[in-house]
């Protein structure tokens, strides 16, 4: 269970991180409430996660999630660029956070 809410918890902080820069300066209502939304829902899944898995982990995983998640949202659709070498760089993100459970 403590993974599920991990992955989880991950996903919802690509959710905020996104959030966040669409919220200009925490200037926009909507963006800003879907930011404060998705930080508390995500520190409190990967709180939860971190009493069964190890730190280290946990929150390597946790940041792997949502830092290839964000990216990813960035080139899909905030106008980053698309290159082969971001898309591999990328996968082995993704690869790395595989590893990591299967070696827990």
Same mark, same amino acid.
């Given at each position: 269970?403590?993974?599920?809410?991990?992955?989880?918890?991950?996903?919802?902080? $690509? %959710?905020?991180?996104?959030?966040?820069? *669409?919220?200009?300066?925490?200037? *926009?209502?909507?963006?800003?409430? %879907?930011?404060? +939304?998705?930080?508390?829902?995500?520190?409190?899944?990967?709180? #939860?996660?971190? *009493?069964?898995?190890? +730190?280290?982990?946990?929150? $390597?995983?946790?940041?792997?999630?949502?830092?290839?998640?964000?990216?990813? #949202?960035?080139?899909?659709?905030?106008?980053?660029? %698309?290159?082969?070498? *971001? %898309?591999?760089?990328?996968?082995?993100?993704?690869?790395?956070?595989?590893?990591?459970?299967?070696?827990?």
């Amino acid at each position: 269970m403590a993974w599920v809410v991990l992955v989880v918890s991950g996903v919802l902080e $690509a %959710v905020w991180a996104t959030a966040l820069g *669409r919220s200009d300066g925490l200037s *926009r209502p909507v963006p800003t409430a %879907v930011f404060v +939304v998705g930080l508390v829902l995500s520190m409190s899944g990967l709180g #939860y996660a971190l *009493r069964t898995l190890p +730190v280290g982990t946990g929150y $390597a995983v946790w940041v792997g999630i949502g830092a290839v998640l964000t990216a990813a #949202y960035g080139m899909a659709f905030g106008g980053e660029s %698309v290159t082969p070498l *971001r %898309v591999l760089l990328l996968a082995g993100i993704v690869g790395c956070v595989i590893g990591l459970k299967l070696a827990h």
